[in-house]
Each structure stands twice: as structure tokens, then as C-alpha cells.
């Protein structure tokens, strides 16, 4: 069984950055970001491995970054240049049933919102 807890949330203007945090309880080798807006289909953010190894959604290329400290089982989430349209509660996820930005996975964190205002 592996715990998810996000943190880092909050309300920011277009242009800003905020960072997600996301402590992990147990070991995981894959462990990603994805986001719901209401309205929307969750979505696959980012994922990393344990060895580094990175993947994005086009949308967020180049704005977001994902890494984590397997030293603290925490894993981020980088966010600049937010967008209006990147407002939406953010998980992370830990073991995937699949493709790891399909949103099929193992285990859940509660979520943190990010609001984006123009």
C-alpha cells in the first residue's frame, strides 16, 4: 500500500509559477502528475521513473518540470509561465496500469488546486 499527499496548491495570476510537492509513503518506480478541470477528462501531466527518466503532455512542454528526491520519496512538479488554462485539481499517482499518462493507476493522492486567473 503506498500514500500519496500533495501539497503546494494555491491561487496565481497568469505568468506565475507555484511548485506541488507530493510525499510518497512506500517505494514506487513510476509516479506522475495529472489534473481535472471540471468539465475535462483527467489528464496526464508528467511522469518520471526511478532511474529519471521523463514524459510530458504537449501542453505543458517547456513550462513544467517534473523530478523527485528519492532520498525524501517526494516527487514535484515545476510549474511557470501558468496559464488560465492549467486551472484544475492536480494528483499525483503512483504504479501504473498502463501508459503512465493514461490516468489508470494504482494508487491516488487526495489532490491540490491550482487556480490560474488572466
Known amino acids: 500500500q503506498v500514500h500519496l499527499v500533495e501539497s503546494g496548491g494555491g491561487s496565481v495570476q497568469a505568468g506565475g509559477s507555484l511548485r506541488l510537492s507530493c510525499v510518497a509513503s512506500g517505494y514506487v518506480f513510476h509516479i506522475g502528475w495529472f489534473r481535472h478541470a471540471p468539465g475535462k477528462e483527467r489528464e496526464g501531466v508528467a511522469a518520471i521513473d526511478r532511474g529519471g527518466s521523463t514524459v510530458y503532455t504537449d501542453s505543458v512542454k517547456g513550462r513544467f518540470t517534473i523530478s523527485k528526491d528519492n532520498t525524501k520519496n517526494t516527487l514535484y512538479l515545476q510549474m511557470n509561465s501558468l496559464k488560465p488554462e492549467d486551472t484544475a485539481m492536480y494528483y499525483c499517482?503512483?504504479?501504473?496500469?498502463?501508459?503512465?499518462?493514461?490516468?489508470?493507476?494504482?494508487?491516488w493522492g487526495q489532490g491540490t488546486q491550482v487556480t490560474v486567473s488572466s
Open positions: 499517482a503512483a504504479d501504473p496500469l498502463g501508459w503512465v499518462l493514461d490516468p489508470a493507476y494504482k494508487y
